[in-house]
């Protein structure tokens, strides 16, 4: 699986987060660090694998706890609209 960022998306970045609005649903969402990180890793071509061998280096995860929240993460960015999977 090699998720796609939805390409109506438009993203602030503030202080308590990244906010991301999904213009087709007229959706606002603000994700944290560790979301954003994996969002912005959705381009098609990455695997989650892959993906989780990023959030693993980036945040000092084992590899299997990133695997499981990135899983995680990027089922609910699929039913937030954000993401195609």
């Known amino acids: ?5 939805r390409g109506e ?9 990244t906010a991301v609005y999904e213009a087709e649903s007229d959706g606002l969402h603000v994700l944290n660090a560790s979301a954003f990180a994996i969002w912005e890793l959705c ?16 945040t000092g995860l084992e590899i299997d706890v ?7 993460t990027i089922e609910v960015l699929s039913q937030l609209g954000l993401v195609v999977t």
């Not at 699986?1 to 960022?5: D, G, I, Q, Y």
């Not at 998306?9 to 987060?17: C, E, H, S, Y």
């Not at 990133?66 to 995680?72: D, P, Q």
Request: charge should be negative; glycine fraction near 8%.
């Open 1 to 5: 699986m090699t998720p796609l960022r």
């Open 66 to 72: 990133a695997a499981t929240e990135v899983a995680a």
């Open 43 to 58: 381009d098609g071509q990455t695997t989650l694998q892959e993906m989780a061998a990023a959030i693993a280096e980036l």
């Open 9 to 17: 998306v438009f993203q602030q970045t503030g202080q308590t987060g």
